[in-house]
T-cell receptor
Framework: QKEVEQNSGPLSVPEGAIASLNCTYS??????FFWYRQYSGKSPELIMF????GDKEDGRFTAQLNKASQYVSLLIRDSQPSDSATYLC??????????FGSGTKLNVKP | DVKVTQSSRYLVKRTGEKVFLECVQD?????MFWYRQDPGLGLRLIYF???????EKGDIPEGYSVSREKKERFSLILESASTNQTSMYLC????????????????????FGDGTRLSIL
């Protein structure tokens, strides 16, 4: 079992819809969670981080963390074609290890 | 804003050459990382460094070495380049954790450079 699991996709949503991206992790000792966006041929760019259970909102993005169920989600409201990218989930375990998921590809169709 | 600068965006080298990839960050971060990213394999950690002259192996260190002589600079060295090292190489940096003896990472994210697309012919 991988430490961080993501569905590779592609996830296709129409423009204006809510895109929901999910990530599960295997170690309950994890404490910090990050979402990165990576456009094709570019490097990952940090878009959200969350440390506590619950929701964290930043503009059109909402990160949701459920430590009991060991998942973290990213919601993108009013999806735009410019949101089409691969989204990487990342987790820090016990302050000693930084794991990245393999990413979910999102396609937003005009 | 954090700035992580990689010396080359594209690089073409021949098999057997010694290849140097350079990375510089301007935010006084303690931690620096080298990854490679290949289609279907995601990000794989090659080496990381949590202090000057300190280094630790990541998941795929074979065929690579690193150097960190100054805090802001972290170099990746391909000792004798091979075609299977053709890849996108990404450098990243982050702030350190508070208790360096037991941890190197705080809750701080990694910030990436633009990447170097390396082709070995």
């Amino acid at each position: 079992q991988k430490e961080v699991e993501q569905n590779s996709g592609p996830l296709s949503v129409p423009e204006g819809a809510i895109a929901s991206l999910n990530c599960t992790y295997s170690d309950r000792g994890s404490q910090s969670f990050f979402w990165y966006r990576q456009y094709s041929g570019k490097s990952p760019e940090l878009i959200m981080f969350i440390y506590s259970n619950g929701d964290k909102e930043d503009g059109r993005f909402t990160a949701q963390l459920n430590k009991a169920s060991q998942y973290v989600s990213l919601l993108i409201r009013d999806s735009q074609p410019s949101d089409s990218a691969t989204y990487l989930c990342a987790v820090i375990y016990n302050f000693n290890k930084f794991y990245f998921g393999s990413g979910t590809k999102l396609n937003v169709k005009p | 804003d954090v700035k992580v600068t990689q010396s080359s965006r594209y690089l073409v080298k021949r098999t057997g050459e010694k290849v140097f990839l350079e990375c510089v960050q301007d935010m006084d971060h303690e931690n620096m990382f080298w990854y490679r990213q290949d289609p279907g394999l995601g990000l794989r950690l090659i080496y990381f460094s949590y202090d000057v002259k300190m280094k630790e192996k990541g998941d795929i260190p074979e065929g690579y070495s690193v150097s960190r002589e100054k805090k802001e600079r972290f170099s990746l060295i391909l000792e004798s380049a091979s075609t299977n090292q053709t890849s996108m190489y990404l450098c990243a940096s982050s702030l350190e954790g508070g208790q360096a003896q037991i941890s190197h990472f705080s809750n701080q994210p990694q910030h990436f450079g633009d990447g170097t697309r390396l082709s070995i012919l």
